[in-house]
């Protein structure tokens, strides 16, 4: 993902210093102090260490006069969160079971028997319909699983 800003650092600021942390030039000062009063700013200084502490492997560069920064990715497979995997299995268990007792169940219904939304529901059907772990029988707006 990135983040674009139109502009290149503020007064001969660096990406080394940026990285050192607590820099605090303002481009804006009338904009900057409108948003501390508004309690939108936390502490001067704070967004780059906040934004290091939380993704260490955050990378800034200026290119044509935009400043960009980035986070990169994690690989499909690779630092997975084993939580969120094993939620989305057990999901997708509880939808297969519902099917099974009641295969006429509509999105929405099942969407409230499960306790996710009914795009959570589609997305979770379209994943086991991938799977071929279920099939649609019938028509369209009627059918089962």
């Known amino acids: ?3 674009r800003n139109p502009g290149d650092l503020f007064e001969g600021l660096t990406i080394e210093e940026l990285r050192k942390g607590n820099v605090s030039k303002r481009r804006n000062p009338l904009v900057a102090e409108l948003l501390r009063r508004v ?5 001067w200084g704070r967004g780059v260490p906040l934004i290091l502490d939380k993704e260490p492997g955050a990378k800034f560069k200026e290119i044509a006069k935009l400043f960009i920064t980035s ?3 994690p690989s499909f497979g690779e630092n997975v969160d084993k ?6 299995e057990t999901t997708q268990e ?3 079971a519902c099917l099974k007792a009641e295969p006429t169940l509509t999105r929405k219904l099942l969407a409230q028997r ?3 939304s009914e795009g959570g ?3 979770h059907l379209n994943k086991l319909k991938a799977a071929g772990k279920i099939r649609h029988v019938g028509p369209t707006k009627v059918g089962s699983g």
């Open 1 to 3: 993902m990135q983040i």
């Open 39 to 43: 309690h939108m700013v936390e502490a």
């Open 71 to 73: 986070f990169d990715r």
């Open 83 to 88: 939580t969120a995997v094993t939620t989305q």
């Open 94 to 96: 509880k939808i297969i």
């Open 114 to 116: 499960i306790g996710i």
């Open 121 to 123: 529901i589609k997305y």
